[in-house]
């Protein structure tokens, strides 16, 4: 009971101090807003993507995995990504929808987005994910290691590699040569974001798709999109999406 009423008091005061966020939310929500936007990337219908963003709550060892790692959080003395937000469920639906064989996401930290995005893979039956995390023990509750949420039934899927992205995302992607996915998550600097989406566009296949977590936190992503030349780059609840175009001489060469 402690977790959900520290939940909803957590809930409250963000929209007493965002009233304008918190009246935006709630439109996106009665028009279904995200789930048109994503069914345009994927050519999944909207009623499709809404049944995605509702099955991880739905599944009860996923929800008590969460369930326990917020516990955890209440007594921890770090700032956590939220894990029930809907800019993780936004990544989740279009994992689900996609239904990728290669997924590349650089930042992991406690692994609340990374246990979403392996469960997605789980329910689709196929795909990997490769993780990039630099292991800052600054934004990990003591004692943990990076993805320590995890669940041990989902990692089978997963290969994490600790380091620094400028080193190791070029010598992975290099090794993979093409993926599906890429999900920008760790530095939210200007300079660095653009670093990443400049390196890893040219491994994305044709049609690929390019997330990016907090894309509304500087002008990169926005930037990024006009130097890709994407018609259609929208930002949803700070998630920016992005699709490479269907050819192979698409996009933006590597930085």
Do not use: C
């Not at 789930?35 to 008590?64: G, H, K, M, N, Y």
């Not at 990374?114 to 490769?130: I, M, P, V």
Request: glycine share 6%; proline share 5%.
């Amino acid at each position: 009971m402690n977790w959900i009423l520290h939940r909803l008091g957590s809930r409250l005061r963000f929209a007493v101090r965002n009233p304008a966020y918190t009246a935006r939310a709630l439109a996106r929500e009665f028009s279904r807003a995200d789930e048109r936007a994503l069914a345009r990337f994927t050519s999944v219908p909207a009623s499709t993507i809404r049944s995605f963003l509702d099955e991880p709550l739905q599944d009860s060892a996923f929800a008590s995995r969460l369930r326990a790692a917020e516990a955890e959080f209440v007594t921890a003395e770090i700032e956590s990504a939220s894990l029930y937000a809907k800019k993780v469920l936004i990544q989740y639906a279009a994992v689900r929808a996609f239904a990728p064989d290669v997924v590349v996401e650089t930042g992991v930290a406690s692994g609340v987005s990374t246990s979403y995005l392996l469960y997605a893979l789980h329910r689709n039956q196929r795909g990997t994910l490769y993780s990039i995390e630099l292991g800052d023990p600054r934004y990990l509750p003591k004692g943990k290691p990076p993805g320590w949420i995890v669940p041990s039934w989902l990692r089978s899927r997963w290969n994490l590699r600790l380091g620094d992205s400028r080193k190791l995302l070029p010598e992975l992607l290099s090794h993979l040569g093409k993926m599906d996915v890429f999900i920008h998550d760790s530095l939210h600097s200007y300079e660095h974001m653009l670093w990443e989406y400049r390196a890893a566009y040219p491994h994305l296949r044709p049609g690929g798709l390019l997330l990016s977590d907090d894309a509304d936190w500087n002008t990169a992503f926005r930037e990024f999109a006009v130097e890709a030349h994407a018609t259609n780059a929208p930002v949803l609840r700070g998630v920016g999406l992005l699709q490479k175009e269907n050819r192979e001489d698409a996009g933006v060469h590597s930085a």
